[in-house]
């Protein structure tokens, strides 16, 4: 599967941005998918899940209650709002695929073995 993110751009603390994963060439369905983002100079890291169906989702502690992902497998596309965003959140956004079932996502990059190109949030007044 190819993912495609986008969506990002800049906006002030406090804001908000709704980031899109789309996919092309196989069923989206197939795929538990995640969203991580890496800051300059430090590692990847597991933002938020859901699984195949829609049912399960997973979030960093650090965007639990600001973040929320959700999915439209009919469309084929993985969806993050992102509200009351903090400099903090600045970021280059992945989105993901892991072909296994797993409930609840995992939160190990290792697993997902499709990426996206990444999409740049920037928070800053």
């Known amino acids: 599967v190819q993912l495609q993110a986008s969506g990002g751009g800049l906006v002030q603390p406090g804001g908000s941005l709704t980031l899109s994963c789309a996919a092309s060439g196989f069923p989206l369905n197939y795929f538990t998918i995640a969203w991580f983002r890496q800051a300059p100079g430090k590692e990847r890291q597991f933002v938020a899940g859901i699984s195949r169906g829609g049912r399960h989702s997973l979030y960093a502690d650090s965007v639990k209650g600001r973040f929320t992902i959700s999915r439209d497998n009919a469309e084929n596309t993985v969806t993050l709002q992102m509200n009351s965003l903090r400099p903090e959140d600045t970021a280059i956004y992945y989105c993901?695929?892991?072909?296994?079932?797993?409930?609840?996502?995992?939160?190990?990059?290792?697993?997902?073995?499709?990426w996206g190109q990444g999409t740049l949030v920037t928070v800053s007044s």
């Open positions: 993901a695929g892991d072909s296994a079932p797993a409930i609840p996502p995992r939160t190990d990059p290792r697993f997902y073995d499709s």
